[in-house]
Structure formats: structure tokens, C-alpha cells
């Protein structure tokens, strides 16, 4: 009989993983020792085992078969052939925690074990540097003990909330991709400031820090966006003719169109 050794073992060893095994890292969780992946880059494996000390191998099964919660932390166009893979090394008592996105706890079951105990989560990449928001939702089988684990191992690098699956596309739309929205207006800002007369360097250096310092303050002050613009917005200044140029251009209503635009791809993506 197969000995499962291993608290945890990951399904992919990509950037996502890496920050979310040095988080678990960090905060005690697990040991290194305590810890598998599996990825067929040998790169990532090198990194894995020098970095973290946690050791890769590149067959996924391997790992599966020695592990009492696996990661899923893989491509969403390879999911279907990992759980493929992955089918014969997947215990009935075994946790299956997954970050693929747009792919539904009922998929994961079906290519597994129909009572396989499945967390879904949404994290984003914020986790690198330990500031990640994650979603997570409770598959059918999944108990309070599976989520208090996945929320301990997710609360190691940011804010965990717990939602119900159906809402999964917008936590995707909102705050998994939300990320690039912001590095998008930092790229907006840095060249709306070269047209106005600014050096490349300075207009980025200017558009970053002022998302960063921006972002720092609203993690540190307890009231809300609204009030803290409209604290910087003075009646008849500069910033009330920008805000006054971005309602005339409907602003809220071309984010709301884009987080939408992201819900109906994560639709599409979800019945391929």
C-alpha cells in the first residue's frame, strides 16, 4: 500500500506556485521537507529544489500518489490530461486544492473521483510579493476542515474571502485580472505624462510610485476610495477637471464593460 507521506504536493511548479510554497514557507504551514512538486520544466524543478528545498520530480503521478492535498497549479488547456495523469495516483481521502482557472470543481470530479474533496481558488499575482487576494470556493464534497486549511495555506500570502463557485467569473474578472488593469493605468499614466512634456524615465517613475503610494494608503487608511479622491479633489482644481473628463468619457461604465467582457470569456472558457 502506497504510504502518503507528504502533506502537500504541487501540480505545477510555475510563478504562482513558487509564491504560494514560499508563503506556506514563511508562515510555518509546512516544512520544506513536507512539501512535493511536479513540473516537466527542469528549470522550475532546479528552482524548487534550490530555492525553497522543496523537492520536483517531473512526473505528476508520483507526486500525487505520495500526498494527502495536491495543488493544482497548471495551465487551464492542460488540466484534462494532468487529471488524466493524475487519476490513478488520487486517493478517495485525498484534498484537491486548484488555482486553474475558468475549470469548475464539478470538472475536477468528473476526471477524478465523483467524491473527490475539491477547493477552487482564485488567487492573484500580488501573492509574489506576499499582498495576493484569493477567492475560494467549496466543491460539493469539501468539508470546514478543507477550507480552513486552504484558507490557512492562502492567507500566507494575502487576503482570503470565501464565495460561492457561481461567482467565480467575477472574482476572476474583478481581482484575478485585476492586476493588469492597474499595470495598464500605470502604462496610461507614464505616457500621458511624456505627452505633456516628460522624460520617459521620469513619467514612469512618477506613474508608478504614484500607483504605489496611492495603493499603500488605501491599504493603511480606514475610509473609503470614494472619500479619499474626493479628499485629493478640490473643487475647481486639477483633479476635478480630470474626474470631470473621465465621467464625460463614462468611466465607470467602460470598467464595468471590460470586467464583463472578462465574466463572458471565463463562460467560453469553461465550456471548451
Do not use: W
Not at 11 to 34: D, H, S, T, V, W
Not at 134 to 152: N, Q
Not at 241 to 250: F, V
Amino acid at each position: 500500500m502506497i504510504k502518503r507521506d507528504i502533506a502537500l504536493g504541487f501540480i505545477g511548479a510555475g510563478n504562482m506556485a513558487e509564491a504560494i510554497g514560499r508563503g506556506i514557507l514563511a508562515a510555518g504551514i509546512y516544512p520544506a521537507e513536507q512539501m512535493l512538486a511536479a513540473d516537466p520544466n527542469p528549470q522550475r524543478r532546479a528552482l524548487f529544489s534550490q530555492q525553497l528545498h522543496i523537492s520536483a520530480l517531473p512526473d505528476s503521478a508520483s507526486v500525487a500518489e505520495r500526498c494527502q492535498t495536491i495543488l493544482l497549479a497548471v495551465k487551464p488547456q492542460m488540466i484534462g490530461p494532468v487529471l488524466e495523469q493524475l487519476r490513478p495516483a488520487i486517493a478517495p481521502d485525498v484534498l484537491v486544492i486548484s488555482i486553474v482557472a475558468a475549470v469548475s470543481t464539478g470538472f475536477i470530479n468528473r476526471h477524478l473521483l465523483p467524491s473527490t474533496r475539491v477547493v477552487r481558488v482564485m488567487p492573484n499575482t500580488p501573492m509574489l510579493v506576499g499582498a495576493g487576494t484569493s477567492a475560494l470556493a467549496r466543491g460539493k464534497d469539501a468539508t470546514d476542515t478543507d477550507m480552513a486549511l486552504a484558507t490557512r495555506i492562502f492567507g500566507s500570502c494575502g487576503v482570503v474571502l470565501q464565495i460561492k463557485e457561481s461567482a467565480m467569473n467575477a472574482v476572476t474578472s474583478l481581482s484575478g485580472s485585476g492586476p493588469a488593469y492597474v499595470f495598464y493605468l500605470c502604462e496610461a499614466l507614464a505616457h500621458a505624462g511624456e505627452q505633456l512634456g516628460l522624460s520617459p524615465a521620469d513619467a514612469q517613475l512618477l506613474a508608478r510610485q504614484t500607483i504605489i503610494g496611492a495603493g499603500t494608503l488605501l491599504a493603511k487608511s480606514h475610509e473609503s476610495a470614494t472619500l479619499l479622491r474626493q479628499k485629493v479633489t478640490s473643487p475647481g482644481g486639477f483633479t476635478q477637471a480630470a474626474i470631470q473628463n473621465m465621467e464625460a468619457a463614462n468611466y465607470f461604465s467602460l470598467i464595468s464593460s471590460a470586467l464583463q467582457a472578462a465574466a463572458r470569456r471565463g463562460d467560453e472558457l469553461a465550456q471548451q
